[in-house]
């Protein structure tokens, strides 16, 4: 059974910083390629990064360019979100979800979330 | 960027058929995804490629994309109380490499 457990939510400061895991269980983690959406308060599902299944191709939402690193290790089936700079607008509950295949496949699996809270 | 437009409530009485569209320029030359998300709940993908239905997705539920059209179709025939929910189209957009979600249709049972 694929399980994908989020982990490192909390509340931050404005300008803070915060690193997100999600550990995957239930399936070849290096064979399949990841995300991170993410879920503000009330709204809709919003797409954060993504990378591959060897981690060599990552790609960002505009709105989190720069400040917001995706990363895999794959010896130990676990994703990370490195998040600086964080803004009252990144709040939100952030999902890791597994694809279909090594690349831009859709996604068949999610975690249940964790929460981040930018707030001073 | 690529945007993908749904509509932001439909309401359907139970036992009748919910319609949900996702409209997007040239959509018809993606591959359309739908998720359920039901309150409080992670999402659940339901229809993938257009109209591939995941094991354990229900038969009640479809899609469609035409190769012609702006828009995709998401199906749900002989709709429960369970259907409540959440549901997001997601599309991938090659120029930019990111994906697209819609922002969401609340199915609402009546």
């Known amino acids: 059974e694929v399980q994908l457990l989020e982990s490192g939510g909390g509340l931050v400061q404005p300008g803070g910083s915060l690193r997100l895991s999600c550990a995957a269980s239930?399936?070849?983690?290096?064979?399949?390629?990841m995300s991170w959406v993410r879920q503000a308060p009330g709204k809709g599902l919003e797409w954060v990064s993504h990378i591959s299944g060897g981690g060599g191709t990552t790609y960002y939402a505009d709105s989190v360019k720069g400040r917001l690193t995706v990363s895999r290790d794959n010896s130990k089936n676990t994703l990370y979100l490195e998040m600086h700079s964080l803004r009252a607008d990144d709040t939100a509950v952030y999902y890791c979800a597994k694809a279909s295949g090594s690349g831009n496949q859709p996604f068949d699996s999610w975690g249940q979330g964790t929460l981040v809270t930018v707030s001073s | 960027s690529y945007v993908v437009t749904q509509p932001p409530s439909v309401s359907v009485a139970p036992g009748q058929t919910a319609t949900i569209t996702c409209g997007g320029n040239?959509?018809?030359?993606?591959?359309v995804h739908w998720s359920q998300q039901r309150p409080g709940q992670a999402p659940v993908v339901v229809i993938y490629y257009d109209r591939e239905r995941p094991s354990g997705i229900p038969e009640r539920f479809s899609g469609s994309n035409s190769n012609s059209g702006q828009t995709a179709t998401l199906t749900i025939s002989r709709v429960e109380a369970g259907d409540e929910a959440d549901y997001y189209c997601?599309?991938?957009?090659?120029?930019?490499?990111?994906?697209?979600f819609g922002g969401g249709t609340k199915l609402t049972v009546l």
């Open positions: 997601q599309v991938w957009d090659s120029s930019s490499n990111q994906w697209v």
């Open positions: 040239n959509i018809g030359s993606k591959s």
């Open positions: 239930g399936f070849s983690f290096s064979s399949c390629a």
